[in-house]
């Protein structure tokens, strides 16, 4: 029977990349997998999140300081739970945790890869029925295989990442992921309950007419941000602006609208908050690498995102990430900056 394989679920994509490295072993693409399985259980919950008991505060207060809303702590026990019970990684670090979970049983320590994740991205917006999403960054191990995986293996450049992606709980759930290869995005269809590629070599165009940055926060910005995002309201600015303004406070929308579409989303630091707000491991290195893998760019306004040294899990930085012209206009003030400061 000749069965018409238009669709390729993101099970037979990542077998089907499996295939073309004889010598790969599987476990990146059964990771992968995992994460697609415990999305699809998040997803659930997160659709029908105004109807149950799963909206609002848990009452805990998480290593960030802030409110954990119920939601979260589901999200963060199923990708937790689908890792933990696989054997394609050997721990876990997460925004809801306040120190690496290290798996450390026989299956676990023999596997090659950690994972990091922001498991529900964006949870101030649960209840408000806005996208929020997943993060999640994948490493190989530089510690032995056969023992326990050690913080090193999480404390990574993320220029050393082999995977990352995210999910997306929108108007519909999309599962994007890159690795060295490039971006691919999957659509969940619910009538087969398979996230299908829908968005094959995903790239970002190199100009864009969107820019995201929280204007409440302007007055705290360097001189630099500020004379860009003055120019980014300017008609006939160098790129024919004015560009126009979306932020909807959820990274993953606003990064996803921009990584499709083009443009550039913000988050600098501010003089309440000198690092920024966005975290290095689980947030800014893997959309940095996905952005970067698609042809965009991705810095702290001084070096390349992937390449910060990390020293701490949960440590934040700045983060200006998108279209290459418009992360190049945006550079250009900032040298003008360092020029008239020195
Ligand atoms: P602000 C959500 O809490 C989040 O971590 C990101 O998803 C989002 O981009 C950012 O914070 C929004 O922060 O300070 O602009 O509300």
């Given at each position: 029977?000749?069965?018409?394989?238009?669709?390729?679920?993101?099970?037979?994509?990542?077998?089907?990349?499996?295939?073309?490295?004889?010598?790969?072993?599987?476990?990146?693409?059964?990771?992968?997998?995992?994460?697609?399985?415990?999305?699809?259980?998040?997803?659930?919950?997160?659709?029908?999140?105004?109807?149950?008991?799963?909206?609002?505060?848990?009452?805990?207060?998480?290593?960030?300081?802030?409110?954990?809303?119920?939601?979260?702590?589901?999200?963060?026990?199923?990708?937790?739970?689908?890792?933990?019970?696989?054997?394609?990684?050997?721990?876990?670090?997460?925004?809801?945790?306040?120190?690496?979970?290290?798996?450390?049983?026989?299956?676990?320590?023999?596997?090659?890869?950690?994972?990091?994740?922001?498991?529900?991205?964006?949870?101030?917006?649960?209840?408000?029925?806005?996208?929020?999403?997943?993060i999640f960054s994948?490493?190989?191990?530089?510690?032995?295989?056969?023992?326990?995986?050690?913080?090193?293996?999480?404390?990574?450049?993320?220029?050393?990442?082999?995977?990352a992606?995210?999910?997306?709980?929108?108007?519909?759930?999309?599962?994007?992921?890159?690795?060295?290869?490039?971006?691919?995005?999957?659509?969940?269809?619910?009538?087969?309950?398979?996230?299908?590629?829908?968005?094959?070599?995903?790239?970002?165009?190199?100009?864009?007419?969107?820019?995201?940055?929280?204007?409440?926060?302007?007055?705290?910005?360097?001189?630099?941000?500020?004379?860009?995002?003055?120019?980014?309201?300017?008609?006939?600015?160098?790129?024919?602006?004015?560009?126009?303004?979306?932020?909807?406070?959820?990274?993953?929308?606003?990064?996803?609208?921009?990584?499709?579409?083009?443009?550039?989303?913000?988050?600098?630091?501010?003089?309440?908050?000198?690092?920024?707000?966005?975290?290095?491991?689980?947030?800014?290195n893997p959309f940095?690498f996905?952005?970067?893998?698609?042809?965009?760019?991705?810095?702290?306004?001084?070096?390349?995102?992937?390449?910060?040294?990390?020293?701490?899990?949960?440590?934040?930085?700045?983060?200006?990430?998108?279209?290459?012209?418009?992360?190049?206009?945006?550079?250009?003030?900032?040298?003008?900056?360092?020029?008239?400061?020195?």
């Open positions: 029977m000749n069965i018409n394989r238009r669709i390729q679920t993101l099970d037979e994509f990542t077998i089907q990349q499996m295939r073309d490295f004889p010598n790969a072993t599987g476990e990146l693409s059964g990771l992968l997998r995992d994460l697609g399985l415990a999305a699809k259980r998040v997803n659930v919950e997160v659709n029908k999140a105004g109807l149950v008991d799963i909206l609002g505060d848990d009452g805990s207060i998480n290593i960030q300081g802030e409110e954990v809303k119920k939601m979260d702590v589901y999200a963060n026990n199923q990708f937790m739970g689908v890792l933990q019970h696989g054997i394609s990684c050997a721990g876990i670090g997460s925004e809801e945790l306040d120190d690496i979970v290290v798996f450390d049983d026989l299956v676990s320590n023999k596997s090659k890869y950690v994972c990091l994740f922001d498991p529900l991205d964006g949870s101030s917006n649960i209840d408000v029925n806005v996208s929020i999403g997943t994948i490493f190989k191990r530089v510690s032995e295989l056969g023992k326990p995986a050690t913080k090193e293996d999480f404390l990574q450049q993320g220029n050393k990442q082999v995977a992606g995210y999910v997306i709980y929108g108007s519909s759930t999309m599962f994007v992921y890159a690795t060295r290869r490039g971006v691919n995005g999957f659509t969940l269809d619910p009538s087969i309950g398979e996230f299908c590629l829908s968005h094959p070599d995903i790239k970002c165009p190199d100009m864009g007419k969107i820019y995201s940055v929280n204007h409440g926060n302007f007055f705290q910005y360097g001189e630099a941000v500020k004379k860009y995002i003055i120019a980014c309201q300017k008609k006939d600015n160098t790129s024919g602006g004015p560009y126009t303004q979306r932020y909807i406070g959820s990274m993953v929308a606003d990064v996803h609208r921009n990584l499709i579409k083009g443009g550039i989303f913000m988050y600098p630091s501010t003089v309440d908050k000198h690092k920024g707000k966005l975290r290095l491991l689980y947030e800014c940095a996905i952005v970067e893998k698609a042809g965009g760019l991705a810095t702290n306004g001084k070096i390349r995102i992937l390449d910060i040294q990390p020293t701490e899990l949960h440590e934040r930085t700045p983060l200006f990430i998108g279209s290459k012209i418009m992360m190049d206009e945006l550079d250009a003030y900032i040298n003008t900056e360092l020029k008239e400061n020195k």
